[in-house]
């Protein structure tokens, strides 16, 4: 069931370059599952306007995390929020996925944090995971506790995260792969992966209106036309989102 | 019992609230509910599918957004057969925003057009190449496309008018004429937003339009001027995002009024101003919403 909430914080930290969210719910536990996401505002506040769409990060029975990178107004401010201070939260909103028991991960930056969440749901995989820089790196150990193998790039050492990836290629075939980054990154990987297995996967971002399907401003370009993140997505098979 | 009901254009809403076009779809059944609305408008529909703008197609402005849809939407044909049957269901007035890039296209999607309360003619929006705004530019072209749709349906015909028109009440009286029941003032702002980074216009189309708190005292100007000077009524949208905004447009001379950008901010923000419409009257001591725009007319 969507719900649309006022919630408290009850923990904001620094992780690298990133702002740790973690917000005191008992519901979503029940209702969000993977693949999934929440739009984030300020109560009582109509500058900045819009709600912010954030992937999960994790969640627990009593809470959910979110990660944020500083990017513009909202997420300057929602960087700052102490415990105690309280976030409009509307969700979980997108197209569920079911995800597979292993497979394959591949984050660019900040979009480890979707596909962190979905990790939780898989009890072993493989993590391509490229950053601009080594610090920007998180969740390693993490990841490799948890029965992944973790191949990291960057991009002020050698390079980026399509580069690992064709130096990997063989690991790819019949895999399942699930892939979230800047679009310039998704490029380079529908380019690369495409021989290599049928069943890649894309988290879409898009600026967001209303995460409900009513304003359609989140379009992205699929070989059927424009499909909207909130509502077919955020996850779309790779080989149908278009960069033509 | 508070009676907020309205009647305008032979129909009876049961509260002044619409939800306007463009903002809302099916899904916001999960979290509004739509029987509690004095009625809803579905997002604009032409002759044959629209793709839409490319993205980015929305961003914020201070206390707002300025959007570039494009009208994209999957035609009249899909609509009556996907989408009409759940409307019917919704338990409020629905009225459908219809959009032409041509007098003839306006005729033909407005025969195809039925099983609801009205029609919203849209004239006023900025973000298609051909119609839109540089229809509800012009009161000789406004008064041809009102009247086109007009001729060929029984429902009652609202027009939404464009704040961009240089006399909207000339708009506005062209339209009365050609036999509208009913004016929307207003649609969004035509407005600019530019890619620091790229130095470029962040819109493909270049001019996006403007919507929220941000316009709401040039859109109340709008909704005055057309209703001191308009027979029919005026229904008031632009910026709407509490119940103190509502009183502010009854008192400029709107019948009801349209929720559309604030649902992004607080989706359930039309639940929350019809109960404080009610608890306001109750305050007052008003039983009903005449009583409420009685008390500045003396
Ligand atoms: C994303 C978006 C899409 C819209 N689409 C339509 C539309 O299809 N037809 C129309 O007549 N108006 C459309 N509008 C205009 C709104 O219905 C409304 O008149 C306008 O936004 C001003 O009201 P507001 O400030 O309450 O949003 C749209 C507005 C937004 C923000
Ligand atoms: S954000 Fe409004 S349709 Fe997707």
Redesign the interface.
């Known amino acids: 069931?969507?719900?649309?909430r006022i919630l408290p914080v009850i923990e904001n930290r620094v992780l690298g370059p990133y702002t740790l969210l973690r917000i005191k719910d008992r519901n979503m536990h029940k209702e969000a599952k993977c693949g999934q996401f929440v739009m984030v505002?300020f109560p009582s506040s109509?500058?900045?306007?819009?709600?912010r769409p954030l992937s999960f990060l994790s969640i627990a029975e009593d809470s959910f995390s979110l990660l944020i990178k500083k990017k513009g107004r909202?997420t300057e401010k929602l960087s700052e929020l102490s415990v105690g201070d309280e976030l409009?939260i509307?969700g979980p909103l997108g197209r569920y996925i079911i995800p597979p028991k292993s497979g394959i991960l591949i984050a660019g930056g900040i979009g480890i944090a979707p596909l962190y969440y979905q990790s939780l749901w898989m009890s072993h995989g493989i993590l391509f995971y490229g950053a601009k820089r080594k610090r920007d790196i998180l969740f390693s150990k993490d990841f490799e506790s948890r029965g992944f193998t973790v191949k990291t790039i960057t991009e002020e050492e050698r390079g980026t995260v399509a580069d690992l990836v064709r130096e990997n290629l063989e690991i790819l075939e019949g895999q399942q792969i699930f892939i979230c980054g800047p679009d310039a990154m998704i490029k380079a990987l529908k380019d690369i992966i495409g021989g290599y297995t049928k069943q890649a996967f894309v988290y879409m971002e898009?600026?967001?209106?209303?995460g409900?399907?009513?304003?359609?401003?989140?379009?992205?370009?699929t070989d059927s036309?424009?499909k909207l993140v909130c509502?077919d997505g955020p996850v779309f098979p790779l080989k149908e989102v278009s960069y033509d | 019992m508070i009676d907020l009901s309205v009647n305008f254009a032979g129909l009876k809403l049961k509260n002044p609230v619409i939800l306007a076009s463009?903002?809302?779809?099916?899904?916001?059944t999960?979290?509004i509910d739509f029987k509690k609305l004095g009625g809803v408008i579905y997002?604009g529909l032409s002759l044959m599918p629209r793709?839409?703008n490319?993205?980015?197609?929305?961003?914020?402005?201070?206390?707002?957004?300025i959007?570039s849809?494009g009208l994209?939407n999957k035609g009249i044909k899909v609509f009556n057969r996907e989408v009409l049957p759940e409307l019917k269901e919704l338990g409020t007035e629905v009225f459908l925003n219809i959009f032409g890039e041509s007098i003839e296209e306006f005729s033909k999607i407005s025969s195809l057009i039925r099983d609801v309360s009205g029609i919203e003619v849209n004239i006023s929006c900025p973000n298609v190449e051909k119609g839109g705004v540089y229809f509800g530019r012009d009161p000789e072209t406004a008064y041809q496309v009102t009247k086109a749709v007009c001729e060929n349906t029984d429902l009652p015909v609202i027009v939404k008018l464009t704040p961009a028109a240089s006399d909207i009440v000339v708009v506005a009286e062209a339209c009365q004429e050609a036999g509208a029941c009913a004016i929307t003032a207003v649609n969004t702002f035509p407005g600019l937003v530019i890619d620091i980074d790229s130095g470029k216009p962040l819109f493909e189309r270049v001019v996006g339009g403007v919507s929220?708190?941000a316009i709401k005292p040039l859109a109340l100007y709008k909704v005055y001027e057309v209703s001191s000077n308009v027979g029919i009524p005026v229904i008031g949208s632009g910026g709407i995002?509490n119940y103190e905004d509502v009183l502010e447009y009854f008192f400029a001379g709107a019948t009801a009024i349209q929720l559309g950008?604030v649902?992004?901010?607080?989706?359930?923000a039309p639940i929350e101003i019809i109960d404080n419409i009610t608890k306001y009257a109750k305050e007052k001591g008003y039983s009903n919403l005449k009583e409420i725009r009685r008390c500045v007319d003396g």
């Open positions: 069931m969507v719900t649309f505002g109509l500058d900045p306007f819009l709600l909202g409009k509307l898009r600026r967001m209106g209303c409900l399907g009513g304003c359609k401003s989140c379009a992205v370009k036309g424009y509502q | 463009g903002v809302w779809d099916l899904p916001y999960k979290i997002k793709e839409g490319p993205p980015p197609r929305i961003t914020e402005i201070p206390c707002g957004v959007n849809i994209a929220g708190p995002g950008s649902i992004f901010t607080n989706p359930l």
